[in-house]
């Protein structure tokens, strides 16, 4: 069996009994050196302000609407037989909508023209003037008669002084130079009663050729009113009356409804002190308004203020403003909800500062500042408007310095710290 070294042991042991306080007191040391050395600055993301023009925009609940609204109304009483479209659909102005029962129409139509044909042809006799004609014919024949008697008469009258004819030849070509006379008066006057009878009689009849003639417009629109066409192109309703049913033309209640489209209208509000202050300005009806939708999105085309109405809301104390938008994909229907944004007043030289920076405490503002020696600063700022996700400072921050815009928990007034730049994660922007 092996026997331990007694001699080899004891010297161990007796190094360590030696050692052990070295190493104690070593480890103490190193701890202690570790407790008292100086903790690294905290590293803080900071962005430097500048001054610059910035826009400032507004915005104001809105909601669109269609102005030209039409309601479709029949014309003419009648049975619908047809119905040509379906509700929600977009039609286009001329479109056919409903056709009537036309049958009534047709046939007072051809009655109305088979009277305008009577009347026509009465009318062409009349013009004729037949009547008149044969008046005159027969007051040549009486002229040509009184001429004759008138040389009998002449022929006569020397020969019974002649004794070369009788008295009562003379006496008989005497009486009927008379009688030629009175036939030769009369018919005269039965020419200028055939005149006056005639013109009369063409007249009432050019007035009733033409009464007819209307009668047939009237029956030609009668006609044509059966097909109810849309008057507008637009989005259209449900219809209100089925095939089958009776339609009125003086019914209150229309056919249907089309509305317009394109452009779309939209109407916002503004306070009475907002709307004085766009009129100083002018910019009222030149600025280009955003519509913001009810999901976030912005709508692709940009609006103008159009119209403004008459009178401010004495409830309220605002004025709506209705604002004109392209629609051409028909994307906004009337009755849609959003806001409208656009640029009311141009800031000079005015500093930004992010929303993230603030520290707000009951009505104070406060940021954190990094000094030129990297030491944590406390200011106290007074802002305005808002831009975006920051805000103008009016007050308490000059361009050109850091602000803290995060990592504002971890330090306090007086402290260093080791400033990041601040990378904006929208913009990808680093402010310096």
């Not at 190193?30 to 905290?42: G, L, T, V």
């Not at 051809?110 to 013009?127: F, H, I, R, V, W």
Request: glycine share 6%.
């Amino acid at each position: 069996m092996h026997q331990p070294n007694h001699s080899f042991t004891n010297q161990a042991a007796l190094l360590a009994t030696f050692l052990l306080p070295w190493i104690l007191i070593s480890g103490c040391g190193s701890e202690a050196r570790s407790q008292n050395a100086a903790p690294p600055p905290p590293t803080v993301l900071v962005t430097t302000v500048h001054a610059g023009d910035v826009p400032i925009f507004s915005e104001y609940p809105a909601q669109t609407y269609a102005r030209n609204t039409v309601d479709v109304r029949a014309r003419v009483d009648g049975y619908i037989e047809k119905w040509l479209f379906r509700p929600g659909q977009e039609v286009q102005a001329g479109e056919t909508l409903y056709v009537l029962d036309k049958r009534p129409y047709e046939a007072a139509l051809d009655q109305a023209k088979g009277n305008l044909a009577q009347s026509e042809a009465d009318l062409d006799y009349a013009q004729k003037q037949v009547a008149l004609q044969q008046a005159q014919a027969n007051l040549a024949v009486m002229e040509a008669n009184l001429v004759k008697a008138q040389q009998d008469v002449e022929r006569l009258d020397p020969l019974v002084k002649a004794d070369a004819a009788s008295k009562q030849d003379l006496d008989a070509a005497v009486a009927a130079l008379g009688a030629g006379q009175a036939n030769v008066n009369a018919n005269k006057a039965n020419v200028e009663q055939a005149r006056l009878s005639t013109r009369t009689q063409i007249a009432s009849m050019q007035g009733k050729v033409d009464a007819l003639r209307g009668a047939v417009r009237t029956g030609q629109l009668n006609l044509e009113y059966a097909t109810i066409q849309a008057p507008i192109s637009g989005l259209i309703g449900d219809t209100q009356v089925p095939v089958g049913g009776l339609v009125n033309a003086t019914s209150p209640q229309p056919l249907t409804t089309i509305v317009p489209l394109d452009p779309i209208w939209v109407r916002f509000k503004v306070t009475e002190t907002e709307y004085l202050e766009f009129k100083k300005r002018g910019n009222l009806t030149r600025s280009q308004l955003t519509l913001v939708l009810a999901d976030g999105s912005e709508f692709p085309h940009k609006g103008l203020v159009e119209n403004t109405v008459n009178q401010v809301d004495p409830k309220t104390g605002t004025l709506e403003l209705q604002a004109r938008f392209p629609n051409p994909q028909h994307v906004l229907l009337p009755g849609q909800f959003g806001k409208v944004r656009f640029e009311t007043d141009l800031r000079k030289n005015v500093v930004l500062v992010p929303q993230r920076a603030i520290q707000q405490l009951q009505s104070t503002q406060t940021i954190l500042t990094v000094g030129s020696d990297d030491k944590v600063q406390l200011k106290t700022i007074t802002t305005s408007d808002r831009v975006g996700d920051a805000w103008v400072v009016e007050q308490g921050l000059s361009a050109g310095e850091r602000v803290i815009v995060e990592g504002q928990l971890k330090v306090r007034p007086g402290m260093s710290v080791h400033p990041s730049p601040y990378v904006d994660p929208a913009s990808g922007k680093r402010g310096a």
